[in-house]
């Protein structure tokens, strides 16, 4: 089964829960989402009408942790620990993933000295395992450690929830986007049509030249059979030629002596 289907089939298994519990019976919910190794998007979850009326309640730290899973990171953890519950081990190992996920968003090449500090890593050993081990092998990114330059280049990222905001945003570059792909596009266009042309134009030219060449062909060739005809000419109207051959042929020889 594929990461995609299976986290579907997760969150619709976590919205019918949800949906069925309110109050404080929802933090079990929440807590179990949060843990599962296989589960990386929670925007579904919090749209559920139980989970945003824990707003304002007494329970509404079950909310802020769902909100922490679906767009916060391992600093924003520290940063409001005083009012959220302690995670357990592996709620920190997931927002530790989620964490690399959203670096991954603005940045494709992460230096080790800023993994290991946002992470709370202590040395390179363990930031390479816990790529390779919790983030590579879960399928939620592909990349390659440089130990050489310190840094893990991203060739793939799963994407995380939208933060509130973020969807304008996301529609304004994906416009300016498409204004950028349209006057490519025009200007390919216009480059296409500029080698038609320039095509059919050498082609043009191409065909005059080959006239032409056969034009000059056929001109040697008349003034050569010309050249070959008056020299003909010339040889039988010249003094000693055929004619003059002739007449001697008709005089009579000259007998010899026989010697005495």
Partial sequence: MDIEQNQAELIDNFVKQASAQKGTALGSVILEATSHPSLFAFSEILAVPTIAELEGTENSVYLKVLQLFAHGTWSDYKSNCSSLPQLVPDQVL??????????????????????????????????????????????????????????????????RDLRPGQLGSMIQTLSNWLGTSDNLLVSIQEEIKWADTMSELDKKHRKEVEDRVEEVKKSLSVKQAEVEFRGLEDIYSEPGGVMDYEEDRSRPKRRRHPRS
């Fill in 94 to 159: 997931k927002l530790k993933q989620l964490t690399v996920l959203t670096l991954a968003e603005t940045n494709k090449v992460l230096p080790y000295d800023e993994l290991m500090m946002e992470l709370d890593v202590t040395n390179v050993r363990e930031l390479e395992d816990f790529l390779i081990n919790e983030c590579m092998y879960a399928g939620i990114v592909r990349g390659k450690l440089d130990q050489l330059r310190r840094c893990f280049e991203i060739q793939f990222a799963a994407g």
